[in-house]
């Protein structure tokens, strides 16, 4: 089978959302409540068009992968998390992006910073 060559590939977007928890989550469980939310509110067939996937996690922040026309049930998925295995969690899109490398540098890498130069002071 021949790769489709990148005109006829299908779009992604980028979601950056922060992670606000109580105690730890890990990565597995983040991806779980993440499908188990979007299909919850859009079923099966809802969870497969927005090809979803977890790019990077680090306890504080994630990057999620979509499609550009399932960015909005995305982060209606991502804003009813509440709770992962009995830890209180709220998450939050803080941006989206259309390279990985746009969200980490814009939204994940300069909080970071912000958060180091708090903790400085």
């Known amino acids: 089978m021949k790769i489709l060559p990148p005109t006829l590939r299908e779009k992604k977007r980028y979601l950056a959302v922060e992670i606000m928890r109580e105690g730890r989550i890990s990565r597995e469980r983040l991806i779980r409540a993440l499908q188990d939310s979007i299909r919850e509110l859009f079923g ?3 969870l497969s068009e927005t ?3 977890l790019l990077h996690f680090d306890g504080n922040h994630a990057v ?3 499609t550009p026309r399932t960015v909005w049930r995305t982060r209606a998925g991502i804003a ?3 709770e992962i295995d ?7 899109v803080i941006g989206i992006g259309g390279t990985v490398r746009s969200v980490m540098e814009k ?3 300069k909080r970071n910073d912000q958060t180091l130069k708090r903790e400085e002071s």
Not at 86 to 92: A, C, D, F, I, P
């Open 44 to 46: 099966d067939t809802g």
């Open 80 to 82: 009813t998390i509440t």
């Open 64 to 66: 999620v992968r979509c």
């Open 86 to 92: 009995g830890t209180k969690v709220s998450l939050r």
């Open 107 to 109: 939204y994940i890498e």
């Open 51 to 53: 090809g979803l996937r």
